[in-house]
Nanobody, 124 residues
Framework: QVQLVESGGGLVQAGGSLRLSCAAS????????MGWFRQAPGKEREFVAG????????RYADSVKGRFTISRDNAKNTVNLQMNSLKPEDTAVYYC?????????????????WGQGTQVTVSS
């Protein structure tokens, strides 16, 4: 199993940028499909972006397309989420997730391993 640790969250003004990172250890990172999810207070955990380990295919939620970019570095065992043009509605705890499926799935129950989360707050 892989252990995941997120970093990079914080407070930013609307229109600003943040870069989240997720460091993986204890597994063969290159064989995991990685996802980013987020959960705002009182809301369900929702898919943000993912990158497959087969072919590096990426997938994004409609709400973040064109603003967020997911990338992975298999040499460093990390997956990053570059978030630009942030909006107050992007405020949430962001979680990194991993699974050994071939493709990116957008349901939280499709992922077996989770990090502890990092808070992102976007002020208006």
């Amino acid at each position: 199993q892989v252990q995941l640790v997120e970093s990079g969250g914080g407070l930013v003004q609307a229109g600003g940028s943040l870069r989240l990172s997720c460091a993986a250890s204890g597994g063969t990172f290159s064989r995991y499909t990685m996802g980013w999810f987020r959960q705002a207070p009182g809301k369900e955990r929702e898919f943000v972006a993912g990158v497959a380990w087969v072919g590096g295919t990426t997938r994004y939620a409609d709400s973040v397309k064109g603003r967020f970019t997911i990338s992975r570095d298999n040499a460093k065992n990390t997956v990053n989420l570059q978030m630009n043009s942030l909006k107050p509605e992007d405020t949430a705890v962001y979680y990194c997730a991993a699974d050994d499926k071939f493709s990116v799935y957008d349901k939280y129950f499709d992922y077996d391993q989770w990090g502890q989360g990092t808070q992102v707050t976007v002020s208006s």
